[in-house]
């Protein structure tokens, strides 16, 4: 399969952008509204009215204007606040399309109704020590993914990433595409899923198709089913490839994406038994796949997914016995590694990797985490200053979630003091929630500088 197929023939005809979320900004404010709060409490009156005319009119001001464009050409940060820290730091604001290291997508599931999930994704793109994150939540990220993801050779995508590109769509034309396939509404499937044998497929049927008709039209409900499951509309996507199996029982592809769907909705019900049967459903798909490595490399990644560390790793390995070396089963094979702490086993498969990279940028980064792995393996005093720095980052978090637990429970006190005239009451909640306000700010900005690792240098200077 050509990995460079999907980039488009033509460049933007206007720029896209992406307002970026404004977690950030709605921390500052709260923090500025509370110390606002605490001044009036002081009756500084003159110092309180300018900070909260700082936290609710400039700050939302620049939450607004902040978003992540796409020209085309490059990705950017259009914000006050991120292009006066790149001239500050020195660093970049921008990265051009051929300097993206990676792409990775995360799903976090917001609302369930019903067995439907409404999709919240996040999209990071990496690139010369830049990270670039997109949300969605409009039609705006679908564009946005629509004009970047197909530009970019494969390799540098992950599988949510993939599927994304392939198989977004907006909601409301899925829908109408379901009403037209026939698929009933999730309320009437739910219940049929929720019966004791509603979750079983015809997928073990060995029946060949012989009719060009029936291949069509299981095409055709594949793609539905894949659009289905990436847009939440689990229930209906379910239905959609239980169809397409009964068509093409034999077609590993399509087991393979069933599994996944299978796989997704049993997450969201919490359902064992519907979990197991997509894994019984993903072993299905490998003894289907025969020498088919890309999808076999795929399900070794459905496999990692899964948490079946040894069965993802064997499928890698069947896929290079098969269909030789690829760079995405030999970086399975470092993850894997790395997850069984085997660092001898991660620098040898990123160093296959790197000799299998389609693009500069992923040379490059496999290149570097060689680098850092070698001298994580070959320097005592290094790999133990990169645990204490990772248990260090774990001890911080809980930290800072105590913190902001404590901050919490300071003001119903503060509002009883207050309400109450008990000034002993109420400078004792000012008291709890300021120094937990500032220890859960110096303990965030002490993990974000733990955050990146530990520079060689630093410890040759030593």
């Given at each position: 399969?050509?990995?460079?197929?999907?980039?488009?023939?033509?460049?933007?005809?206007?720029?896209?952008?992406?307002?970026?979320?404004?977690?950030?900004?709605?921390?500052v404010?709260?923090?500025?509204?509370f110390?606002?709060?605490?001044?009036?409490?002081?009756?500084?009156?003159?110092?309180?009215?300018?900070?909260?005319?700082?936290?609710?009119?400039?700050?939302p001001?620049?939450?607004?204007?902040d978003?992540?464009?796409?020209?085309?050409?490059?990705?950017?940060?259009?914000?006050?606040?991120?292009?006066?820290?790149?001239?500050?730091?020195?660093?970049r604001?921008?990265?051009?399309?051929?300097?993206?290291?990676?792409?990775?997508?995360?799903?976090?599931?917001t609302?369930?109704?019903?067995?439907?999930?409404?999709?919240?994704?996040?999209?990071?793109?990496?690139?010369?020590?830049k990270?670039?994150?997109?949300?969605?939540?409009?039609?705006?990220?679908?564009?946005?993914?629509?004009a970047?993801?197909?530009?970019?050779?494969?390799?540098?995508?992950d599988?949510?990433?993939?599927?994304?590109?392939?198989?977004?769509?907006?909601?409301?034309?899925?829908?109408?595409?379901?009403?037209?396939?026939?698929?009933?509404?999730?309320?009437?499937?739910?219940?049929?899923?929720?019966?004791?044998h509603g979750?079983?497929?015809?997928?073990?049927?060995?029946?060949?198709?012989e009719?060009?008709?029936?291949?069509?039209?299981?095409?055709?409900?594949?793609?539905?089913?894949?659009?289905?499951?990436?847009?939440?509309?689990?229930p209906q996507?379910?239905?959609?490839?239980?169809?397409a199996v009964?068509l093409?029982?034999?077609?590993?592809?399509?087991?393979f994406?069933?599994?996944?769907?299978?796989?997704?909705?049993?997450?969201?019900?919490?359902?064992?038994?519907?979990?197991?049967?997509?894994?019984?459903?993903?072993?299905?798909?490998?003894?289907?796949?025969?020498?088919?490595?890309?999808?076999?490399?795929e399900?070794?990644e459905?496999y990692?997914?899964?948490?079946?560390?040894?069965?993802?790793?064997?499928?890698?390995?069947?896929?290079?016995?098969?269909?030789?070396?690829?760079?995405?089963?030999?970086?399975?094979?470092?993850?894997?590694?790395?997850?069984?702490?085997?660092?001898?086993?991660?620098?040898?498969?990123?160093?296959?990797?790197?000799?299998?990279?389609?693009?500069?940028?992923?040379?490059?980064?496999?290149?570097?985490?060689?680098?850092?792995?070698?001298?994580?393996?070959?320097?005592?005093?290094?790999?133990?200053?990169?645990?204490?720095?990772?248990?260090?980052?774990?001890?911080?978090?809980?930290?800072?979630?105590?913190a902001?637990?404590?901050?919490?429970?300071?003001?119903?006190?503060?509002v009883?003091?207050?309400?109450?005239?008990?000034?002993?009451?109420?400078?004792?909640?000012?008291?709890?929630?300021?120094?937990?306000?500032?220890?859960?700010?110096?303990v965030i900005?002490?993990?974000?500088?733990l955050?990146?690792?530990?520079?060689?240098?630093?410890?040759?200077?030593?």
């Amino acid at each position: 399969m050509d990995k460079t197929a999907h980039v488009p023939d033509s460049n933007l005809t206007a720029p896209l952008a992406v307002r970026v979320a404004p977690v950030n900004y709605l921390v500052v404010l709260l923090l500025a509204s509370f110390i606002g709060a605490f001044l009036i409490y002081l009756e500084w009156d003159i110092y309180a009215g300018a900070l909260l005319l700082f936290a609710w009119v400039i700050i939302p001001i620049l939450a607004f204007r902040d978003r992540v464009a796409f020209d085309g050409k490059r990705i950017r940060r259009t914000g006050l606040v991120p292009r006066l820290w790149a001239y500050l730091t020195s660093s970049r604001d921008r990265i051009k399309l051929n300097d993206i290291e990676q792409v990775q997508t995360n799903v976090l599931r917001t609302i369930r109704r019903g067995g439907n999930m409404i999709y919240t994704y996040r999209t990071a793109f990496f690139g010369k020590g830049k990270i670039f994150v997109i949300h969605s939540g409009n039609t705006k990220y679908r564009r946005m993914v629509e004009a970047i993801l197909p530009r970019l050779n494969e390799t540098l995508l992950d599988h949510r990433s993939i599927e994304l590109r392939d198989h977004i769509t907006d909601r409301s034309e899925i829908r109408r595409k379901a009403r037209a396939a026939d698929i009933p509404p999730a309320d009437i499937l739910e219940n049929s899923l929720k019966e004791p044998h509603g979750a079983k497929t015809s997928s073990y049927n060995p029946a060949p198709v012989e009719s060009a008709d029936s291949v069509e039209k299981a095409l055709s409900l594949h793609r539905l089913a894949n659009e289905l499951r990436v847009s939440g509309l689990l229930p209906q996507s379910i239905e959609a490839f239980r169809r397409a199996v009964l068509l093409m029982p034999r077609n590993a592809k399509l087991l393979f994406d069933f599994a996944l769907c299978l796989k997704s909705y049993a997450g969201s019900q919490r359902d064992g038994t519907v979990e197991r049967r997509a894994l019984a459903m993903m072993r299905l798909a490998e003894r289907r796949a025969g020498d088919d490595g890309e999808l076999l490399v795929e399900i070794g990644e459905g496999y990692f997914q899964f948490g079946e560390w040894r069965r993802a790793a064997a499928t890698f390995r069947k896929a290079i016995e098969r269909a030789g070396e690829r760079f995405k089963s030999m970086i399975g094979l470092a993850e894997i590694a790395l997850h069984e702490g085997k660092i001898a086993h991660v620098i040898h498969n990123f160093a296959a990797a790197s000799n299998l990279a389609e693009t500069p940028a992923v040379k490059r980064w496999t290149e570097h985490e060689i680098d850092y792995f070698s001298r994580l393996n070959d320097d005592e005093e290094y790999m133990e200053l990169e645990i204490s720095r990772m248990n260090l980052l774990d001890t911080l978090e809980m930290v800072k979630r105590s913190a902001l637990r404590i901050a919490v429970i300071g003001l119903p006190v503060i509002v009883f003091g207050i309400l109450s005239e008990n000034d002993l009451i109420a400078n004792l909640g000012w008291a709890v929630s300021m120094i937990s306000l500032v220890i859960w700010v110096a303990v965030i900005l002490l993990a974000n500088m733990l955050s990146t690792r530990i520079p060689y240098d630093l410890v040759e200077d030593e």
